[in-house]
């Protein structure tokens, strides 16, 4: 930002968040390399962990989701100069989303919290995610991406993978909304 406040350079800076698509299932422990091993674990009716104890706020954004709020600033001379978050507004639990990932595979979650902290020490390439990220409750504001691309709620796809739909994700409309103020907001 400080090019473009100095020097003009046209910059504009995108803040996903957690991002899926619909073949990951986004849990804490296991979802990105072995996505499908949680869930067959639920399938046998064995235990999952939770790292915690499953109360910390988190925040998931389906990949088209997050492609319409980007194709939504691309080419927008009004975006230049902001930061925008590009997220979902559903806010939920660790807990719910296993919950919610259970019940999409047809089964309920058999969760056990292990803290995040012996889980990083018994898994070291771990630690950043658990320990830095996972473990904090994270919420954005979305009010801002909202201001500039029209976005309406939709059901997300958490579940897809296991043929489930689910509540939160976003649905645009290409453009500007008719609400925005291009001089407010200035730059976050």
């Known amino acids: ?11 504009t800076i ?6 899926y698509g619909d073949t990951q299932f986004t849990l804490a422990i296991n979802s990105w390399e072995k996505s499908y091993t949680v869930v067959d674990r639920m ?9 915690g104890d499953g109360s910390s706020l988190w925040v998931l954004t389906h990949n088209s989701d997050f492609a319409k709020g ?3 600033l691309l080419g927008l001379p009004q975006a230049i100069g902001h930061a925008f978050h590009i997220t979902s ?19 309920e979650a058999d969760i056990v919290h292990i803290p995040s902290d012996f889980i990083a020490a018994c898994l070291p390439d ?3 995610g658990l320990t830095g990220d996972k473990a904090i409750s994270v919420v ?20 897809k993978a296991c043929g489930a ?6 649905q645009t409309r290409r453009g500007v909304s008719s609400t925005m103020n291009p001089t407010q907001g200035g730059i976050n």
């Open 165 to 170: 739909p689910c509540p939160g994700s976003m």
């Open 126 to 128: 771990k630690l950043g």
């Open 140 to 159: 954005f504001d979305n009010s801002k991406i909202k201001r500039f691309v029209r976005i309406i709620a939709r059901p997300c796809t958490i579940g």
């Open 70 to 72: 980007l194709v939504g």
């Open 89 to 107: 507004d559903e806010v939920m639990t660790w807990d719910q989303y296993y919950r919610m990932t259970a019940e999409a595979a047809g089964v």
């Open 43 to 51: 399938r046998q009716g064995r235990k999952v962990i939770v790292p």
């Open 14 to 19: 995108i803040r996903p968040s957690h991002t």
């Open 1 to 11: 930002m400080r090019a473009y406040r100095n020097e003009g350079f046209p910059i």
